[in-house]
């Protein structure tokens, strides 16, 4: 009886306890993260916050600008690290950033990989038909082309029905099976 009282105040203390960890500053910082583009050797991180931002590596001063930093050149290297953007009311994002960026790099939309992948996809149901087709024109024409072997086992036909090794025994013949003796199993 008091199981049954205890059930829903656990899930009602569960429910609580699960409204207050939303409400960490934690929780909120991972909904508005530092944002990170990469196009070629140019790497951009963009801080959440509007107003003057300050931006930190490693806990050095970079820069005391927009919300927008821009790495021109990056190196992994040189600009691996943990960055920081801290706004004016003391409030911070972190990000740890290690990066891979190339010069020769070609970006790609969505649209054209879905259209590659499709016309992938169309170009291989075209060549199964064909070969789909192909073969069961052939399959008529076998028997006709000299050197070609019919699919399949070779069927061995049994011997005809009167053959003396399949005549039935008869009580009283016990020349060919006198031998053999009734085994209990």
Known sequence: MKLELALPVLGLLLCVADTVAQENPDTVAQKNPITVV????????????QEHVIW??????????DNIYEIEE?????????????????????????????????ELDVLTVAGVIIADLLITLGVLILVYYFSKNR?????????VHPRGQKMVRPPPVPNPDYEPI??????VYAGLQSRGF
């Open 139 to 147: 399959k008529g024409r076998v028997g006709s082309s000299a050197g």
């Open 38 to 49: 990469i196009s070629k050797t140019k790497v951009t991180l963009t801080c959440p916050f």
């Open 56 to 65: 930190k590596k490693e806990g050095q001063k970079l820069t005391d600008t």
């Open 170 to 175: 008869r009580k009283g013949q016990r020349e």
């Open 74 to 106: 990056y190196v992994s290297s040189k600009h691996d690290g943990e960055y920081a953007c801290e706004a004016t009311d003391k409030d911070t994002r972190l990000l740890h950033l290690k990066a891979k960026v190339c010069e020769s790099c070609e």
